[in-house]
């Protein structure tokens, strides 16, 4: 790619516009699917430079394209390959054609049509020799879910993961761009945030307003990148992490000392909690988004600990079922 610019890339063949696209095939944004379209390349452009630096060998899993505004900006930037996952099959004859005008580019477009949560990225990416870049602009609910999926599997090096460098971006609400990466002390700082600061560094690039997309949606949207820390802050299973942090956190306005203890039967509860927290040297007195992420691991550390002398708590569950998980916004 002798035409390879450092800023935007190399320039496409000449083809319809995005607008024209999505005229020419007809593809109304579907509200219940939550589509809301970027069409100004500037921003398309700015949100693959969020992601750093693609080289020629890189592949990128793109999210979501949509009738493709995002996917252009990457093709200009030459990756190897590109996968893209995208659930409306609308979509497909404006992709189709994306991938002709990446031909002569030497990348390599591969179009699924599918829903990424079900996606196997091990099978359809299956080679690790090049780094990998996940990036998408998908409806607020699923890429919530979506990064708690790809955090599990960042813990056990699996699926995306199984190099190290695998860095995502991605869009969020802004409210949820920002609690991801809320600092201690920050009044947004929820489970979302420790979890995503366990096993990633998010930073948060960029706010998009809202009426830069079509259709216009109520809430402006954040860019955040998430860097998959070299050396995660823990090797706990994620799933144990999860659930101390969650019961902390489900009484976010108490002592966190409040939400721990809901992790043990009433009748054992104090004590055990005042045992735990002392271990882990932990001030009680404080509210759990005072708690750094080191404090958030020290009080599973010692709650894993507990559990393997006392398995017979392991199922408590205070509020008599099992907690969905889903709902990471609390
Ligand atoms: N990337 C385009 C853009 O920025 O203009 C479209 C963004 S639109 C907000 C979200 C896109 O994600 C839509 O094309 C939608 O069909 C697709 N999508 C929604 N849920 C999905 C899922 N579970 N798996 C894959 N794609 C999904």
Same mark, same amino acid.
């Given at each position: 790619a002798a035409a390879r610019v450092l800023t935007g890339g190399v320039r496409l063949p000449p083809m319809p516009t995005i607008r024209d696209l999505v005229k020419l095939y007809k593809l109304q944004a579907i509200k219940y699917m939550s589509q809301n379209f970027i069409m100004d390349e500037r921003l398309t452009d700015k949100i693959v430079k969020s992601a750093g630096r693609i080289d020629p060998h890189d592949t990128v899993l793109e999210v979501g394209p949509g009738p493709g505004g995002i996917t252009r900006s990457i093709i200009r930037r030459t990756p190897g390959r590109l996968v893209l996952v995208e659930k409306d099959a609308r979509f497909m004859p404006a992709l189709e054609l994306l991938k002709e005008c990446a031909r002569p580019l030497q990348t390599q477009v591969d179009i699924y049509e599918g829903d990424i949560l079900r996606f196997d990225i091990e099978k359809h990416v299956s080679e690790i020799e090049h780094r990998l870049h996940l990036i998408g602009n998908l409806p607020f609910s699923i890429s919530t879910r979506l990064l708690i999926n790809w955090i599990h599997d960042l813990s056990l090096r699996r699926g995306a993961f199984r190099r190290s460098d695998t860095a995502m971006t991605l869009t969020f609400q802004k409210e949820v761009a920002e609690r991801i990466c809320a600092p201690l002390g920050h009044d947004q700082r929820c489970r979302l945030s420790i979890m995503s600061q366990i096993w990633t560094q998010p930073l948060m690039k960029f706010i998009i307003p809202g009426k830069a997309f079509v259709p216009k949606p109520d809430v402006d949207v954040g860019v955040v990148k998430l860097i998959p820390l @070299?050396?995660? @802050?823990? %090797? %706990?299973p994620f799933e144990l992490v999860e659930r101390v942090v969650r019961h902390v956190f489900n009484m976010r306005q108490k002592y966190c000392r409040r939400g721990y203890s809901t992790l043990f039967p009433p009748k054992d509860r104090d004590d055990i909690t005042d045992s735990l927290f002392e271990l882990a040297d932990v001030d009680p007195i404080i509210r759990p988004f005072e708690l750094s992420v080191e404090e958030h691991l020290r009080l599973a550390t010692v709650y894993a600990e507990f559990m393997q002398k006392h398995p017979e708590f392991a199922d408590y569950d205070y509020r008599g079922r099992k907690q969905p998980v889903e709902n990471y916004l609390d």
């Open positions: @070299k050396q995660p @802050k823990t %090797l %706990l």
